[in-house]
């Protein structure tokens, strides 16, 4: 999915409106200037707990992974940093019109799902996946506008997507606590998880209520 919160680094679907890459572009430069340098830092944990969390997300909602790996890396102004990669099968997405609601709930909860699991363990920091952010909230509000009852009002757009996005993928990795930790460990011991061990792990995966 993504290397992590670094900026600029996560695979943005093709036709992403100029607005919204300029919204990221912003949010990060924003943020930079209050935080510093430091809201950017991910650690190793971080970039585990990340990359874990996209792919319990993204296997919840049908779409498993072949492989998911972190890696360290020198990057200008930042120093060593960790981050990570998940690889999924069909590498192309979209979302527009013609898409389903619930193809786009389901992939902003995707997009999400690697702040969730740095969330849910407590270690996001202020500059945390913003691009993924943003993105999430786009796609979610994508499937909010082909809602019956859409009023276009930011208030409206942060609740549905607080509902029915984050809180939906929060729930999801608390939920599958125990493939969440078994997946963690394996990409701590081996920085690389795929093939049968990926399987076995995701096949532990369990739905959430409706």
């Known amino acids: 999915m993504s290397t992590g919160n670094l900026p600029y680094e996560f695979a943005l679907p093709k036709g992403t409106p100029p607005e919204l890459i300029t919204a990221i572009k912003n ?87 690697g702040l969730a699991g740095e969330v849910v363990c407590g270690l996001d920091k202020p500059g945390s996946s913003l691009d993924e952010l943003l993105l999430s909230q786009f796609v979610g509000l994508n499937a909010a506008k082909k809602l019956d009852d859409y009023t276009p009002t930011d208030e409206y757009n942060g609740r549905f997507w607080n509902e029915r996005v984050w809180k939906v993928a929060f729930e999801i990795l608390v939920h599958n606590s125990e493939p969440f930790k078994r997946l963690a460990k394996h990409l701590d011991q081996h920085e690389t998880v795929n093939g049968g061990k990926l399987h076995a792990i995701l096949a532990q995966v369990r739905r959430i209520a409706p």
């Open 27 to 113: 949010t990060v430069r924003d943020t930079f200037n209050r935080h510093g340098a430091a809201a950017f830092e991910m650690s190793r944990d971080a970039a585990i707990l990340h990359e874990t969390g996209h792919t319990i997300v993204a296997a919840h909602e049908g779409v498993n992974f072949q492989s998911v790996r972190v890696f360290s890396r020198t990057v200008p102004l930042f120093g060593n940093v960790w981050g990570g990669w998940c690889a999924e099968k069909d590498k192309e997405w979209t979302t527009g019109p013609d898409t389903s609601i619930e193809s786009d709930l389901s992939r902003a909860r995707i997009i999400i799902g």
